[in-house]
C-alpha cells in the first residue's frame, strides 16, 4: 500500500502474496538481566503458532513485545482469527511460567512478501523495504534486505543526480540486488512452503532442535541471507527421521 509504488505504477500486491502480524506489548519481569530467562529473543514454529510464527522479546522498562504472523491465504483459507491466535498464544506463554501482564496497544499489519517484489527502478526512482515487498516470508523480517537495497543503491548512484549515468547506475544497483539475493529467495520460498505443512513443519523443527549447524543455517535464513545448502538438507533429513 506504498503510496510511492502506486505512483510509480508498480504492480500492486495481491492478498496471497501478504502476510500478516499482529503484535501488543505486555508488561514482565521474566526477560530482566539475572530473571530466569533473561535478555532473549524466542521466534517460534509450534502447533501453537503453525501454519505461522509467533515471537516474543523485551523491549526495555519490563516491557516485551510479543505476536504472531501469519500469511493472509492461510487465513482467509483456514478461516483463522489472528486476534484469537495471538490470545491463545498469549495464554500458551504465561502456562510456561513466564508472566505477562494483560495486552496492550494491540495492532496489526500487512507485510507484502519477497514473492511479490516488483520492479525496483522506475527512471529516476527506486524501491526499497517494504514498498518494494522486501519481507521474508517465513519470518517477518526485513531490515537485512532494506538495509542493504539501501547501501548497495546509494553506492551505484553518480555524483551528481542529474548525471545521464543515473538510470545505468539504477538498473546496476536492481540486477546486483537480485543476483546476491537470488538463492536466498528460493530457498526461503521453498522453506515457507514446508512450512505451511504441519508433517514438514514438526519434521524441521526437530532437525533444528537436534543439530546445531541445522539451526545455525536455519537462523541464517530467516533473519539474514542464508541458503539452503545441500550439506544441510542431508543433515536435516538424518536428524529429523531419527526418533
Not at 126 to 150: H, K, R, T
Amino acid at each position: 500500500y506504498s503510496r510511492v509504488r502506486g505512483a510509480l505504477g508498480a504492480r500492486s500486491v495481491k492478498r496471497f502474496e501478504l502476510g500478516v502480524a499482529m503484535r501488543a506489548y505486555a508488561d514482565s519481569t521474566s526477560f530482566e538481566p539475572g530473571s530466569v530467562l533473561g535478555p532473549q529473543l524466542s521466534l517460534e514454529f509450534s502447533r501453537h503458532t503453525l501454519p505461522g510464527y509467533g515471537w516474543l522479546f523485551p523491549t526495555g522498562g519490563r516491557i516485551v513485545n510479543i505476536g504472531i504472523g501469519v500469511s493472509a491465504r492461510d487465513l482467509r483459507m483456514r478461516k483463522l482469527n489472528i486476534r484469537e491466535m495471538l490470545k491463545e498464544y498469549t495464554a500458551v506463554i504465561a502456562g510456561r511460567g513466564i508472566e505477562l501482564g494483560s495486552l496492550q496497544q494491540c495492532r496489526s499489519h500487512c507485510l507484502p512478501q519477497f514473492t511479490s517484489m516488483p520492479r525496483l527502478t522506475y527512471g529516476h526512482a527506486a524501491l526499497i523495504g517494504d514498498a518494494a515487498s522486501m519481507i521474508n516470508p517465513v519470518s517477518g523480517e526485513g531490515i537485512e534486505y532494506g538495509v542493504a537495497a539501501a547501501r548497495a543503491l546509494v553506492n551505484r548512484l553518480p555524483r551528481r543526480l542529474d548525471s545521464p549515468d543515473l538510470a545505468k547506475a539504477l538498473s546496476s544497483f536492481e540486477s546486483s540486488f537480485r543476483s546476491a539475493y537470488r538463492s536466498h529467495f528460493i530457498s526461503s520460498v521453498a522453506a515457507y512452503a514446508l512450512l505451511r505443512n504441519s508433517w514438514w513443519a514438526s519434521f524441521m523443527v526437530r532437525a533444528a532442535q537436534r543439530d546445531p549447524i541445522v539451526l545455525k543455517d536455519s537462523l541464517e535464513m530467516l533473519f539474514g541471507s542464508g541458503r539452503i545448502k545441500a550439506s544441510t538438507t542431508a543433515r536435516i533429513l538424518r536428524s529429523g527421521w531419527t526418533r
